[in-house]
Structure formats: structure tokens, C-alpha cells
């Protein structure tokens, strides 16, 4: 882990530890930033040629990329550095699309076949977290499933390129095809009985139900009984499906710090370690 400074005068050691986790990811960023805009202008041309032909077009472009990869950047900078302080090992839970990727499909256009287009700063960033925080892989928390995850892994087109950071223990999949991520990881009738009852549970049901969950952070959840509702917390069946799997994998593995990475506000905004990507740092193309 990076050594930390001594307190500067006039600030607590909260502060400074606030300070030292943006002046880490700033400086990481700024070192990484031209690579990464070099990154963006060639998906740019592989992936948008129409946009890439208009000068005025692609600059607009570019410089919404670098900014939500910027972002993306900081965000989970700041989140693994506060979270390492425990001293505890962290399993990074990433989702996949909108949040490291993209799926396209077969393009006779660009004479490509199905594919994910990772986002330019994912590799620099997984070799940024491992080197300085991280001891043991990072994992997946996404609806694709496993199987496909298996070869996607292994396939140049998909997923090769950030494999050698993923251990096959972390992959969690929420695939209504694949219901058993593994043996350990079956769902039981009573969980997806549970997930049914999402969009009934309301008020008191609903804020009993996830105070209950060992992964919830009860100060992010709402104030109030009214704000209580599916609608309101953006529950859908892939998010409900997410927090049962993240429960069970917490009681799996009770001496790490999860943290997981989603563009989709449920549940990862109320969880203990979420990093909810908003719409300036997800990924899309």
C-alpha cells in the first residue's frame, strides 16, 4: 500500500486523508490522459467512422469520452484507497456494460463480428489498483453469464485483455439463463421468491427487508418510509438479483471488503462500498 504523509497543519487527519486520495487519483490521471485520448480518437475511428469523419464532431466526441473517463477514473481511485485503509483484502466487483464496456454486435459495415469494446482507461486502471491496493483479483458483478464470461475471457474480441486481472472465483452473474453462478452459489426458491416480491414490497416492507442485508449501508438508504418503493429505488429484477448474490458472496467471504462498480443506481448506490457510475462516468458507445 502507498505510504501516507503526516497530517499538513490546519487539517484533521480526515481531511487529510480526503486530500491525499484526490491529489493519488489527479495525479494518476494526469499521467494517463494522453494515452488515454490517443486511446479514444482510434475507437473513435474503429468503432463511429461517421463521427470520426466530422472534425467538429469527433473533438465534441472526444471530449465527452475523456471527461466521463476521467471520472471513472477518480471515482474508483478515491473508493479503493479510502476502502484499503481497513487493511483488509478488497474483492472489486465490476459490472460490464455501461460500466467497463460495451457489447456490439456483427458489423458487415466495419467487417467486425460481435464484440465488447472495453473502455480506453480499464487496463491502466486495473494495473494502477493491483499495484498499489489490491493483492487479489478483481471480479465481475454483471448480468451476463458465466459461461459466456468463461470464453469471453479468452476471446481477443471480448474480454482477453483484462483477463490476466480477473479471478474466475469473483465472476458473478445475474444471467436469468444461468440461476447458479456455482454450487456454493445457488438460488434457492426463497430467494427468487424474494425478487417476485420487489415490486409489491413498499415502505416499512421494503426498508425491513434491506436493513436486513449484511451488504446495505443503512445512512444511504432514505429517510423516509414514503421513498420506499421499486420506482423510487430503481429495483428491477437485475438489481434484485445482484443484491441476493452479493449477500450470499459476502457470507462467503466475511474477511473481505467488497466493492462493486455499477452504471445502474440498485443496489450498488446503498451499498457499503458501491461506486454508483452516473451518466458523466459510465461507458457507452
Known amino acids: 500500500m502507498l505510504k501516507q504523509e503526516m497530517p499538513a497543519e490546519g ?59 476521467e471520472q471513472f477514473v477518480k471515482k474508483t481511485i478515491n473508493k479503493v484507497q479510502e476502502v484499503s485503509e481497513s487493511g483488509k483484502k478488497i474483492a472489486l466487483l465490476l459490472d460490464i456494460d455501461g460500466t467497463i464496456g460495451a457489447f456490439r454486435p456483427d458489423s458487415q459495415e466495419l467487417d467486425k463480428p460481435e464484440r465488447t469494446v472495453l473502455r480506453p482507461s480499464i487496463v491502466s486502471l486495473l494495473e494502477f489498483i493491483q499495484k498499489n491496493f489490491i493483492k487479489n483479483k ?41 440461476q447458479i453462478i456455482n454450487e456454493e452459489f445457488a438460488l434457492s426458491d426463497s430467494d427468487a421468491s424474494d425478487m417476485a416480491l420487489f415490486n409489491s414490497y413498499k415502505g416499512k416492507e421494503l426498508k425491513k427487508y434491506l436493513e436486513k442485508q449484511s451488504c446495505i449501508s443503512k445512512e444511504l438508504l ?54 454508483y457510475l452516473t451518466p458523466d462516468s459510465q461507458f457507452s458507445i
Open 11 to 69: 487539517l484533521n487527519s480526515e481531511q487529510e486523508q480526503s486530500k491525499a486520495e484526490i491529489e493519488l487519483a489527479g495525479k494518476f490521471w494526469e499521467d494517463i490522459a494522453p494515452t488515454i485520448k490517443q486511446k479514444i480518437s482510434v475507437l473513435i475511428r474503429e468503432e463511429m467512422p461517421f463521427v470520426y469523419a466530422d472534425e467538429e464532431m469527433k473533438q465534441m466526441y472526444e471530449e465527452d469520452f475523456l471527461n466521463r473517463e
Open 138 to 178: 478483481v471480479g465481475f458483478l454483471t448480468t451476463r453469464g458465466r459461461s459466456a464470461l468463461e470464453k469471453q475471457l479468452e476471446d481477443s474480441w471480448h474480454l482477453e485483455l483484462i483477463s490476466s486481472f480477473v479471478d474466475q472465483e469473483f465472476i458473478l452473474s445475474t444471467s436469468k439463463a444461468e
Open 222 to 275: 432514505p429517510d423516509t418510509e414514503s421513498e420506499f418503493n421499486s420506482n423510487n429505488l430503481q429495483i428491477d429484477k437485475y438489481g434484485a438479483r445482484k443484491l441476493i448474490i452479493l449477500g450470499k458472496f459476502h457470507k462467503q467471504h466475511p474477511d473481505l471488503e467488497i466493492i462493486a462498480v455499477d452504471n445502474c443506481q440498485f443496489p450498488v448506490k446503498y451499498l457499503k462500498n458501491g461506486i
